[in-house]
């Protein structure tokens, strides 16, 4: 079992700046738990302290319930793979490999069997005697991970492992790290700003701004049901659309106005929008759930359509990007790619209201 668990734990440098503010959160055993957030938001300083490289300001961080806050890095049986991979120049993969064995006092035999078993599980059998600067870059970041395999620790750390590589290598080094984790049967908290890899490779997912924990959740539930509006951006490419609207009663009906078109409130949303009437709510929809109206058919088209002029369109292939310009918004759809709108020319599109979320504009907080 290895199990690591974060109470209430921050990290002060200096006086004034709050690396990490009283996060709370457990990685379970077995588990792919992924940080994710923007640069400075804290990810790298929570790694350092599970590994014992930066000192907690408050909060206890345990390893299989017991407390490794005055534990010394070594004793605490986790191994870090970084960035910038590492490695000794000086010494061949083998060496690399064998190093933290080594210092360990680990018998000749045992290290050689580690070794070969790590080389082997990361397909370097045939780098052994290389000298790091004769690799290639996704070469050295299996050497990396081969150091940790090596050690078979009770938890792995990951920090931003593959944004050194160049895009092909990064996708095929993910897929990777995936089934090495099928492999390894360990637990992993693995760190990235790239929010698609975080989407990809987490069991659960731990979206971080500030240093304070937004949301923890599995991939799609973060997906489909964001707590707040930073959540909602931060996944999905195009991002979420946020589109500011009013909300007007006329008659029996409720609407969210955007001023250049309107939509009917019904069902579950009209009754989320009441308290905001004659106010502003932030409507968030995703570009794939705006749809031209000849390919939707999904539901209803009652009141959730709009007649739009398309300000550019962006053919991807297997989409086609719509962006739409009105007074007070911008905003895209990804549409069916035999839609065939020009720019400046005028569309019928659907909003899918089942897909609607809705956000205070004051607290940014979801309100369905
Ligand atoms: N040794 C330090 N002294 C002072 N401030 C630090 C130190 N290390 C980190 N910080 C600050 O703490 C915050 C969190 O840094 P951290 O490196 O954990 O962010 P990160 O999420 O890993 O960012 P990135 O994605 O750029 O690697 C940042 O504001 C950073 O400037
Ligand atoms: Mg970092």
Known sequence: MAKVTLKNVTRIYGKTITAVKDLNLTVNDKEFCVLAGP???GKTTILRMIAGLEKTTE??????DVLVNQLRPKDRDIAM???NYALYPHLTVYENLAFALKVRKYPKKEIESRVNEAAELLNISHLLKKLPKHLSGGEKQRVAV????????KVFLFDEPLSNLDIKLRLQMRTEIKKLHEKLQATFLYVTHDQVEAMILGDRLCV????????????????NAPDNKFVAGFLGTPPMNFIQVKIIKDGENIYLDEGTFRLKATGKIGQAVESFIDGEILLGIRPEDIHEKSSYT??????????L?????????PQVYLHFKTEKNNFTAAVNPHVQARANEVIEIVFDTN???LFDPKTDQSVI
């Open 81 to 83: 793979v970084f960035q």
């Open 355 to 357: 897909k609607i979320h």
């Open 146 to 153: 081969g150091r940790a395999i090596v050690r078979h620790p």
């Open 298 to 307: 999904f539901g209803s088209l009652n009141g959730n359509t709009a007649a």
């Open 39 to 41: 640069s400075g938001c």
């Open 59 to 64: 909060g206890e961080i345990y390893i299989d």
């Open 309 to 317: 002029k398309v300000d550019m369109t962006e053919p991807m292939g």
């Open 208 to 223: 971080l701004k500030d240093g304070m924990i937004q949301q923890v959740d599995e991939p799609l539930n973060l997906y």
